[in-house]
C-alpha cells in the first residue's frame, strides 16, 4: 500500500458523459501527478499540481482539467468522454519536487 | 526529442534464474525510475536513481550516464516477479514530467 488513495475504482459511463477522479496523497506529500494508461498509447503524463499550484503539463486533451485543493487532495475531470478515453487513470504523489513517486492503485475509466 | 526505449519486450524465465532488463534514453536525464506493474494494474515504485546502482532485496537497478542506459536486475527469479516492468526517465529541463518506456512483460514460471 503505496499510501495513494484513488476513488473511484472503476467507472463505465457512456459517451459525451463527464465525470471526476479524485486521488488523496501520501501525508505530507505536496505534489500530485495524473497518467493514463491506455493500451495503444502505454503510460502517458497528464498533469503535475505541486501545494495547490499546477507545475507542469503533458499530453492533457482540452476536454480533461484537474486541480489541487487547499487540502491537497486533487481531482480529474473528463468531459466529453470519447471511447478512446477508455483507460487507467494513476495518480501519484511526491513528497516535493524531484523526489520519488508514489503511485495510487488507479481509476479504470470504461466509457461505452 | 525525449524517448525512452526498453528491452526485451517480452521475458520468460524458469525460477532460479537472473534476470536483466534494459532500458535506454535519448538525452540527458536528471532521473531514472523503475517501477513495477502486477496483472491487478497496480503500480509500484522500485527504485529512483541519477547515478551508480541501488539495490533491495534480489532487485538491483544500476544506470551509466555516459552511455544511456540502465538495468534492471533480479537475482533469483521467483513466479511472485512476474509482472511489467516500466523504467521511466525525468529529462534535464522537464521538471517532473516522466516519459515512460513501453514495458517488459516478464514471466517465471516454477
Known amino acids: 500500500d503505496s499510501g495513494v488513495t484513488q476513488t473511484p475504482k472503476h467507472l463505465i459511463t457512456a459517451t459525451g458523459q463527464r465525470v471526476t477522479l479524485r486521488c488523496s496523497p501520501r501525508?505530507?506529500?505536496?505534489?500530485v501527478y495524473w497518467y493514463q494508461q491506455s493500451l495503444d498509447q502505454g503510460l502517458q503524463f497528464l498533469i503535475q499540481?505541486?501545494?495547490?499550484?499546477?507545475?507542469a503539463k503533458g499530453n492533457i486533451l482540452e476536454r480533461f482539467s484537474a486541480q489541487q485543493f487547499p487540502d491537497l487532495h486533487s481531482e480529474l475531470n473528463l468531459s466529453s468522454l470519447e471511447l478512446g478515453d477508455s483507460a487507467l487513470y494513476f495518480c501519484?504523489?511526491?513528497?516535493?519536487?524531484?523526489?520519488?513517486?508514489?503511485f495510487g492503485p488507479g481509476t479504470r475509466l470504461t466509457v461505452l | 526529442k525525449n524517448e525512452v526505449e526498453q528491452s526485451p519486450q517480452n521475458l520468460t524465465a524458469q525460477e532460479g534464474e537472473f534476470i536483466t532488463i534494459n532500458c535506454s534514453y535519448s538525452?540527458?536525464?536528471?532521473?531514472l525510475h523503475w517501477l513495477q506493474q502486477h496483472p491487478g494494474g497496480g503500480i509500484v515504485s522500485l527504485f529512483m536513481?541519477?547515478?551508480g546502482k541501488k539495490k533491495h532485496g534480489r532487485l538491483i537497478a544500476t544506470i551509466n550516464i555516459q552511455e544511456k542506459h540502465s538495468s534492471l536486475h533480479i537475482t533469483a527469479s521467483h513466479p511472485r516477479d512476474s509482472a511489467v516492468y516500466i523504467c521511466?526517465?525525468?529529462?534535464?529541463?522537464?521538471?517532473?514530467?516522466?516519459?515512460f518506456g513501453t514495458g517488459t512483460r516478464l514471466q517465471v514460471f516454477p
Open positions: 499540481y505541486y501545494n495547490g499550484e499546477e507545475r
Open positions: 521511466a526517465a525525468r529529462f534535464l529541463g522537464n521538471t517532473d514530467k516522466l516519459i
Open positions: 501519484a504523489s511526491s513528497v516535493d519536487i524531484g523526489n520519488e513517486q508514489f
Open positions: 538525452v540527458g536525464i536528471s532521473a
Open positions: 536513481l541519477s547515478s
Open positions: 501525508s505530507g506529500d505536496l505534489s
